[in-house]
């Protein structure tokens, strides 16, 4: 991405938002309230009017539909999560289906709970397990090129924050992640890149880790009052460390 820019309503809300997602693993998107995340990955989808450049897999996208883009392998985990409450689990997930061998063997091994619960109404399901159809509407689509979660983990408790980082880990083991999030300790799990937004505008980028181990860099560009944040923990359950399958298999179809 490379000076995007976006206006809404009159008001400039990107000034010029540079920024690389690696090729493989978690590129964090970081930035305090309002610095413009959400913005910058609705710009990337088409769905804030944009300028500037994006390219996704050498092809310029800017000028191009959501739905071009999700055609081409952009899966989107929203910050409300865009669960369709009156229909079951199940139902949600059909309707993401877009591969002809939908992934639900891996959606079902990372998120047991959404088996369980596959004819319950999504809108009784606690946040945490609508976060898990949200995540599981992506992971099933092994042809994604790319997988853009807007805070996945906000207001989760700890138990199911370790299940959506357990489930990115794995997702991020074949296809590149791009991730907003404001749990530093999940960012330092997961992410070997970042950047960083202030104000609409890139700010910072490099080593995730780098910047968190700079107390005063993290102070400046996060307004985190102490190196790590004042996220909890994220504890490792070891289910990406115990030799499961990747995703996606490498059976599967390009
Ligand atoms: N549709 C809109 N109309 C007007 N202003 C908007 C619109 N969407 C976002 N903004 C404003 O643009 C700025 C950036 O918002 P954005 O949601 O991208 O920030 P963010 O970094 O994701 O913040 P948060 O961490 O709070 O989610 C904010 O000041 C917000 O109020």
Known sequence: MRQLKVVIGGRHILHGVDLDVAASGVTALLGRNGAGKTTTVRGILGLVPRTGSVRFEDAETVGLSTHQLVRRGIGYVPEDRGIFAALTVAENLRLAERDPDPAYDLVHELFPELKERARQAAGTLSGGQQ??????RV??????????ADEPTKGLAPRIVTEVAVALERAAQAVPV????????????????????????TAHAGPAADLLA?????????????????????????????????????????
């Not at 992971?139 to 853009?148: A, F, K, P």
């Not at 791009?178 to 505008?201: F, K, Y």
């Not at 009052?225 to 070891?238: A, E, I």
């Open 131 to 136: 976060q898990m159809v949200a995540i599981g």
């Open 139 to 148: 992971l099933l689509n092994r042809s994604n090129r790319l997988i853009i």
């Open 178 to 201: 791009l991730l907003v999030e404001q749990n530093l300790a999940l960012v330092r799990r997961l992410a070997g890149h970042c950047v960083v937004l202030a104000d609409g505008r």
């Open 214 to 254: 700079d107390a005063e860099a993290s102070r400046a560009l996060l307004g985190v009052g102490r190196r790590g944040g004042d996220s909890p923990p994220v504890r490792t359950t070891g289910a990406t460390e115990e030799g499961g399958r990747r995703w996606p298999p490498s059976s599967c179809s390009p």
